[in-house]
C-alpha cells in the first residue's frame, strides 16, 4: 500500500481531525514526515480532480471535510440537531483570551465592562479554552488560555491564523500621538 | 448637575426617552457596548466625546431598564455612569494649560472604548470564521442509521467457562443460626465494672475492656462508661502517641502498682463473673 492510501483510508474512516503522529500509527513503516507528504500529494490530487471533498487543517489535526459549496446540498439531511452557535458574549471573552492568553478573568472583565464568570464557565464547558495557570496577583487567580478545540471549532491552524492586531479597522490601544491639538488621547504605551 | 452641565441639544437619533429604548437594552453586552453605539450611531469624534451630551443620553437609556435586570448586570450600567459624571466633573474643573493632553480625564475612557471596539472586531471574525467552518461537513455530518436491535444474547459464553464458572459457586454454607441477645448491658454496669478494676489495678488499657466480650453491645457499653468515667474525673484517659494504645488512669494516681497484663487478667476474672449472660460464642 502507498502511503498516501493508508492516509486517505485512515482520514475517511475518521470523524475528528487526526495529527500526523496518529495517521502514522495506522502502518509501521509510516514517519510523520511521509504522512505530511501523503497529505500534500492527497491535497493537489483532490484539487486537481475537482473533488467535493479536501483535507483540511484544524490545529495540530487533519480531517477529511466538504467543500463549502456543497454545504446546501448537506444540510437537507440536517437531522442531528447542530450544537448552538456560541453567543455574542461568550465569542467577546474567547477573542480576548485568544489574543491576551493567559489572562485572568478580572483581566477579561476590565475590557468587556461586565462580568464574565458564567460566560467563562461556558467557555470551559466547550472545551474552547482551559485553565493554563496561575497568575501571580492577589489569591493567585486562574489564568485562561484558547484550546485545540478553539481551533477546530472555528476551523483555523493555529493562532497565527487570527488576524494580527494591526490588521484590524480599529487598532489595539489608544494611537500612537494624540490627533493635533487639544481634544486629543494620550497614548497609554502601559498597554500592551 | 446633568442638566445644568448639558449645552447641547439632546437630538439623539435613536429616539432616547421611550419605552422602546429601554427594551432594546437588552441588545446590549454592556455599558461599553452601549456607549460604542450612542458615539458611533450620532458619528461623534471618539477623541473628543461630548461627555455632557453622551451622559445625559446614557443616563435616559439606562433609565427604567434598571429594573428589570438582574443586579449585575444593573451594577455595571451604574458603575459606568458614575464614571461619566466623575468625567464630567473632572471637565468642569480647570486644569494646567501645559499637561492638558495628559490630564484629558476622557483618556481612560476612549482606551477603554477603542479596546473594546477592537474585540468586537475580533468577534466578527471569529464569528464569520465559524460560520464558514460550519459548512465544511465531516464524515458523520449525514446521521448513521440507527444500528438493528439484534435479539442475541449479550454475553456468550462456552460450555467449558459454563463450568467453570459452576464450579467456582461455593458449597451452600450450613444453616447459621443467630440467637439475639436478649440480655441487656447497662452503661451502668459498665461503670461499676472499670471502677471496681481501677481501684484494683490503677490503670487498664482500653482495649481490654472490650476484647473479652465480642458483642458490640458491651463493647458501646465499655467505651461509654470509661468515657462517662473520664467526664466524672474518676478515670483519666491517655495516650502517648496518635494510634497507640489508649490507658485509662485512675484519677490522680497516675502510677499504678499492676501492670497491663494483670489489667488484664483481672478484666478477664471480671468479665467471667459478669459476662453470665454472654450470647453468641
Not at chain 1, 476551523?155 to 487639544?182: F, M, N, Q, T
Not at chain 2, 435586570?69 to 464614571?83: V, W
Amino acid at each position: 500500500m502507498k502511503p498516501e492510501q493508508i492516509v486517505e483510508a485512515t482520514l475517511f474512516a475518521s470523524q475528528t481531525p487526526l495529527t500526523a503522529s496518529e495517521l502514522a500509527r495506522a502502518d509501521e513503516s509510516l514517519s510523520e514526515q511521509e504522512v505530511e507528504t501523503a497529505i500534500g500529494v492527497l491535497r493537489e490530487r483532490y484539487e486537481a480532480d475537482g473533488r467535493a471533498f479536501q483535507i483540511y487543517q484544524l490545529g495540530d489535526g487533519y480531517q477529511l471535510l466538504t467543500r463549502p459549496e456543497f454545504a446546501p446540498y448537506l444540510e437537507r439531511f440536517d437531522s442531528i440537531p447542530r450544537p448552538p452557535h456560541l453567543s455574542p458574549a461568550a465569542l467577546e471573552s474567547l477573542a480576548i483570551i485568544a489574543y491576551r492568553q493567559p489572562i485572568g478573568r478580572i483581566e477579561i472583565e476590565d475590557v468587556r465592562g461586565v462580568s464574565a464568570t458564567s460566560v467563562l464557565r461556558t467557555l470551559l464547558d466547550w472545551e474552547l479554552i482551559e485553565v493554563v495557570g496561575r497568575g501571580e496577583g492577589l489569591g493567585r487567580p486562574l489564568l485562561y488560555g484558547t484550546t485545540g478545540q478553539f481551533l477546530e471549532h472555528f476551523g483555523l491552524k493555529s493562532l497565527g491564523d487570527l488576524p494580527p492586531v494591526d490588521e484590524l479597522p480599529v487598532a489595539l490601544g489608544a494611537p500612537e500621538a494624540p490627533p493635533d491639538g487639544e481634544a486629543a488621547v494620550p497614548t497609554t504605551p502601559s498597554e500592551a | 448637575m446633568i442638566a445644568s452641565a448639558a449645552a447641547r441639544p439632546p437630538d439623539s437619533p435613536i429616539g432616547i426617552g421611550g419605552e422602546s429604548f429601554v427594551v432594546e437594552l437588552d441588545r446590549f453586552q454592556g455599558p461599553l457596548d452601549l456607549l460604542i453605539h450612542l458615539i458611533r450611531s450620532q458619528d461623534i469624534d471618539i477623541f473628543d466625546i461630548p461627555i455632557a451630551h453622551i451622559t445625559r443620553q446614557f443616563l435616559q437609556a439606562i433609565e427604567g431598564g434598571l429594573d428589570r435586570m438582574p443586579l449585575e448586570r444593573a451594577g455595571e450600567f451604574i458603575e459606568m455612569s458614575a464614571t461619566l459624571v466623575r468625567i464630567k466633573a473632572q471637565m468642569l474643573l480647570p486644569r494646567p494649560e501645559k499637561f492638558e493632553w495628559e490630564e484629558d480625564p476622557r483618556a481612560e475612557l476612549v482606551r477603554r472604548l477603542l479596546e473594546y471596539e477592537h474585540f468586537q472586531d475580533v468577534v466578527h471574525v471569529l464569528q464569520t470564521a465559524e460560520a464558514q467552518r460550519g459548512r465544511h461537513m465531516a464524515k458523520g455530518y449525514i446521521e448513521a442509521r440507527p444500528a438493528p436491535v439484534i435479539a442475541r444474547p449479550s454475553l456468550q459464553v462456552t460450555l467449558e467457562e459454563l463450568l467453570q464458572a459452576a464450579a467456582r459457586i461455593p458449597e451452600p454454607l450450613p444453616p447459621v443460626s443467630f440467637r439475639a441477645p436478649t440480655a441487656t448491658v447497662t452503661v451502668g454496669e459498665k461503670v461499676s465494672l472499670l471502677r471496681r478494676l481501677i481501684g484494683k489495678t490503677k490503670r487498664v488499657a482500653l482495649d481490654r475492656l472490650f476484647k473479652p466480650w465480642g458483642t458490640r453491645a458491651h463493647a458501646v457499653a465499655a467505651l461509654l462508661a470509661a468515657l462517662e468515667m473520664a467526664r466524672q474525673q474518676v478515670v483519666r484517659i491517655e495516650q502517648t502517641r496518635p494510634f497507640s494504645p489508649i490507658w485509662l488512669f485512675a484519677s490522680g494516681r497516675r502510677e499504678g502498682d499492676a501492670g497491663p497484663g494483670e489489667a488484664a487478667s483481672g478484666a478477664g476474672t471480671a468479665i467471667g463473673e459478669a459476662a453470665g449472660e454472654r450470647g453468641g460464642e
